[in-house]
């Protein structure tokens, strides 16, 4: 979820080169929408974007039982160590500031879809 259409275009297309899957929104309105639709593994979102901000869109993935499990990856160009603590607090997996490297994004998606396997290979061996 991104507003800028340079950024979302240019990450798109990355994470694609990389092997995801990626499904894209220009607002948080929007982005919520599909999530709650598709129910990704990661949802990689702007904090400041028309409509709905990355911080109620974690309020919102992280109140409904049927997103609460999603990694949700805070990609912006605030760089204050309060906002990132904020976001985290929320229930943000991770906070990366822009300008984004895309390697160092691929490799967090990476890191949080291989912990998020890890705990459900734990939870159908319980």
Known sequence: ???????????KYFLEL??????????GEEGLKIACREI???????????????MDLIRELRASEATRE????????????????RCLSLGADDYIVKPVELRRLAARIKA??????????MHSAA
Do not use: N, W, Y
Not at 2 to 8: M, Q
Not at 40 to 54: E, F, H, I, K
Not at 70 to 85: C, G, K
Not at 112 to 121: D, H, K, V
């Open 112 to 121: 949080l879809l291989s912990r998020s396997e890890g705990r459900a290979s």
């Open 1 to 11: 979820m991104e507003d800028s259409p340079t950024v979302l275009t240019v990450v």
């Open 70 to 85: 999603i990694a949700i990856i805070i990609l912006t160009s605030d760089d204050r160590v309060e906002t990132e603590e």
């Open 40 to 54: 990704p593994q990661v949802v990689v979102s702007d904090l400041r974007m028309p409509g709905l901000d990355g």
């Open 18 to 27: 990389e092997g995801f899957a990626v499904l894209a929104a220009s607002d």
